[in-house]
């Protein structure tokens, strides 16, 4: 008799907390509440970047940068500009973008560590403009190619 009033109240028990478990199903959706009517609305979601969030703040800089670009014409500029461009990398978000759309536009070798950094920056927009910038690099190689180099010393000896 035992067993039988302890499974029964195990079982009864259960189906209780089963059934106050359950949340009930239209609580999104209510007539009276507008609120949450607000937060459902299709218009205030949305997905596609309007004309206003292309003009921004980003874009323009590097639309001036690339109308005020020169490549530097002698060894001081190249120093100068490789002096900005590791100033401008360890400053804020614009700044970091400023040296990355630089370190691209220059296309010089020497700006890969720059580049590289730049790929694992915080800002997403100067990580895409890093990934882009270092496309044009990969794949290269400035090692000599095996024919053109000597063959190693011991190598050498047992010819």
Known sequence: MNQVLAGTTALILAFLLWGLGKKPRNFLISKNNQNLIKITNDSQISLVKTANDL???KTQVISKLKVDWKPPQSIQETILLRKKLRQ???GGPEERLEAIVLSDLWGHKSVIPILKRGLRDT???VVERAA???FKYKGCSNQLSQESRRPPRNVALMR
Do not use: R
Request: charged letters at 15%; proline letters at 8%; a negative charge.
């Open 132 to 134: 882009n910038a270092l």
């Open 55 to 57: 003009d921004s703040p």
């Open 123 to 125: 800002d997403s927009y």
């Open 88 to 90: 401008l990398i360890t």
